[in-house]
């Protein structure tokens, strides 16, 4: 069993910063892709950006690319999602979660159904 807790999040102004980081107990990371999803008011959850096991393999939706990095660090088994030039249509809770992987750099998944555990969840509201 894997416990994810995300944090970081918070209100920030049109074209702001933040970071989110989501630190794991239970078991280590290492042995997992991590991914970041988000659920805006109203809307289904998106994918946002995931991480293959080592790092060595990212992928992030559309709306996303170039303005925000995921990144991890085993050691601490802590993922991060820093999130620049932020947009009010960024606002959403933001999750991370966590899909055990047989190998250490396979792409990681994209779509939520293949993601085993989850954490309760970060607000993120951007104004504008």
């Known amino acids: 069993q894997v416990q994810l807790v995300e944090s970081g999040g918070g209100l920030v102004q049109a074209g702001g910063s933040l970071r989110l980081s989501c630190t794991a107990s239970?078991?280590?990371?290492?042995?997992?892709?991590m991914g970041w999803f988000r659920q805006a008011p109203g809307k289904e959850r998106e994918f946002v950006a995931a991480i293959s096991r080592n790092g060595g393999k990212t992928s992030y939706s559309d709306s996303v690319k170039g303005r925000f990095t995921i990144s991890r660090d085993n050691r601490k088994n802590t993922v991060y999602l820093q999130m620049n030039s932020l947009k009010p249509e960024d606002t959403a809770v933001y999750y991370c979660?966590?899909?055990?992987?047989?190998?250490?750099?396979?792409?990681?998944?994209?779509?939520?159904?293949?993601?085993?555990?989850w954490g309760q969840g970060s607000q993120v509201t951007v104004s504008s």
């Open positions: 239970g078991r280590t990371l290492s042995m997992y892709d």
């Open positions: 979660a966590a899909d055990f992987s047989p190998l250490v750099d396979r792409p990681p998944p994209g779509r939520d159904s293949a993601y085993d555990y």
